[in-house]
């Protein structure tokens, strides 16, 4: 790996990670704003620039941005988070300036043509109506404004039909100039890239962005948790349990990352042994931790009959709270061991390795080494992912969503106020 690194008068990052055997590259840019960054009547406008990112330009149009990126067997999409943008691109080493000159195109000079941003809302109506038709997708749109009520990051990225139909192209263009800033932006790039060349190129094309850092989002807050049933004519209950986790930047996330992957981030995992193989009551069931820069959301997620639901959520109260107590050698030792084996796979796909080092500038303001990354890993022992644990149950009440039909809903629920949290709370001390 030949990890490189320059910041440009603006204060725009580029980082890159040149693999001479690939004869491919990917680049992107990542910018750090995303839908908690949005004030009330922008609710969903971070979403609706990243569509209208490929809409066209001042010297291209839509079909003009893609065919040029296909006609070279490219590819080119977006994405858009709570904290970050990214647009990104794969393409043959050759045509590398080509996707840093269409990407710089669409941020610098894109067109807000009022046809295609009508046009784009609609579609993004429909993108709306499709997610809350799906359930699993739904609970998670539920459960995170039960924990970060009445606040941005707590909203749906999507937005709504209502503020939608706020959004103008003077409305998108004053969000781009206020938010879209030179500290504030990283051009990753991993492949068949050469870095110089990188720099020249993007020095020059994103000059204009401003060199003064945009305005910080307000810091989120956590709930005070509680639970909700959403009563749905499904086949399904789909039970979502949130809890506070640990930001970015905290010394125990690694542990509280194994912690989670001990409880339900594999076919090994404890909830998936207990809950599945040997009790059969769901298909899907795993957690997951977040980090934010000011915040974290663990969360967990299964689907059951409905019948079947109280006794769901009754089982993984119990593996949750004896898990926190009971983690074994074996387990820290196999959990660690699949983050590992994740991080090393990762560096084997120039896209995801691009993705990667923006998202350390973002969150550290520089590209974590292997080295650090495996180290950060290896030093997490029973005892501090028994702490992170605690730490994470004593933390917040639990916010708790139940999605679907039956009476067992609200009993499922209920359930979980059986986490631990005096007992945890008592064990930190």
Known sequence: MAVEITKLPSGLTVVTDAMPHLETAALGVWTGVGGRDEKLDEHGISHLLEHMAFKGTASRTAREIVEQIEAVGGDLNAATSSESTAYYARVLKADVPLAIDVLSDILVSPSFDTEELEREKSVIVQEIGAAMDTPDDAVFEYVGELAYPDQPMGRSLLGTP???????????????????????????????????????????RFAGFS??????????????????????????????????????????????????????????????????EKRGLCYSIYTFHQPYSDTGFF?????????????????????MNEAVETLTPEEIARAKAQMKAGLLMALESCSARAEQLARHVLSYGRPLSIEEMIARID?????????????????SRPAVVALGSGRGLDKAASFAEGLAQPKARALLH
């Open 162 to 204: 209502a503020t939608l139909a706020t959004f103008t192209r003077d409305k998108l263009r004053g969000y781009l100039t206020t938010h879209y800033r030179g500290p504030d932006m990283v051009v990753a790039a991993s492949g068949a890239v050469d870095h110089a060349r990188i720099v020249a190129d993007v020095e020059q």
């Open 211 to 276: 060199a003064d850092a945009g305005p910080k989002p307000v810091p989120a807050q956590f709930g005070k948790g509680g639970s909700r049933v959403v009563r749905r004519d499904l086949e399904q209950a789909h039970l979502t349990l949130a809890l506070e986790g640990v930001p970015q930047s905290d010394p125990s996330l690694f542990s509280l990352q194994v912690f989670t992957s001990v409880l339900g981030g594999g076919m090994s995992s404890r909830l998936f042994q207990e809950v599945r």
């Open 299 to 319: 969360s967990l997620y299964t689907g059951t009959d409905p019948s079947d639901a109280p006794e769901m959520m009754e089982v993984i109260v119990d593996e």
């Open 379 to 395: 030093n997490v022992t029973v005892e501090s992912a028994r702490d992170a644990a605690r730490a994470l149950l004593a933390r």
